[in-house]
């Protein structure tokens, strides 16, 4: 499915990526890294959106840079929000099927078909302006997978929704991948992704680092502390709810909204905080995850690949 040889791209004397070689099957496939460590740069490498400055890159067998040879059974979810405010979704995403070569017809019927799949058939003929971040984000998704690729790529996906949106999403994808789809997830959050349990792509300083499994990679962190901070209501009440049902290093109350949560058990946690919201009937407005353990763990790996460990 997808093939790298000694791939670098290099952006002048900064390197983006730098000598990648890798083979992915058909699967589940999670690319984790820092802010800043090159899983962009190497999605718009898939993409076809970059050349490579030394090394060859293949999709499906073939170069991406001929992208109306591949790019038809790929789908993207980009980080960046390149949604038009001041039209609806079924025409964004209508137009963005009719690139593919479709016509005017089949383009609405599919993008119909992917906006109901995201749960957004209630208000795809509203403007995208009026949209909140989670309902934005849905449609970015309904984009990628409304023609049908084989192969989805998404660019931080999870990036500002709440916990009945996180939780949504990743049923999505998971649906999505039953389906007998491909899917390629970039994150900087290891719990993120993780429900949907891929193979892992560690990245970081544009070198792919390690690979492995949901487990084989959560070993590597198993003693390692997550930071978790959630903006909400009540974040004395929530403290006290988290206390009592979980196991938990710390919580600290850091503002009127805010409570910093320090935990080795990541994915209970976000299991957990949908419950606050349904039966305890709080508000949580905002998840920002520092995963302190996945920097550490870039952290000993680097220092392993340049010889100090």
Known sequence: MIQLEAVT????????????????????????????????????????????TIGSVRVFGIDPSRRDRVLRRVGLCPASDLLIPNVSALDWVSYQVELYGFSRADALQRATEALTVVGMAHAMHRVI???????????????????????????????????????????????????????????????????????FLLISGGRLLASGSPGE???LLVDLPNEIELELDQPRKAASLICEYMEIDTVRIIADDRMMIVTRQPQSLFDFLPRLVNEHGLKIRQIHTRDESLQDLFTTLMRRHRGEL
């Open 9 to 52: 791209k290099l952006y002048g004397t900064v390197i983006g990526v730098n000598e990648i070689s890798l083979t992915l099957e058909p699967g589940n496939y999670g690319l984790l890294g820092p802010n800043g460590s090159g899983k962009t740069t190497l999605i718009n490498l898939l993409m076809g959106q970059l050349r490579p």
């Open 129 to 199: 302006g009026s949209y909140s971040l989670g309902m934005r984000q849905r449609t970015k998704l309904a984009q990628a997978i409304a023609h049908e690729p084989d192969l989805v790529i998404l660019d931080e996906p999870f990036n500002g929704l709440d916990p009945i949106g996180r939780h949504e999403m990743t049923q999505l994808l998971k649906e999505w991948h039953g389906r007998g789809r491909s899917i390629l997830l970039a994150s900087h959050v290891l719990h993120e992704i993780e429900a949907i349990r891929p193979s």
């Open 217 to 219: 990679v959560r070993r």
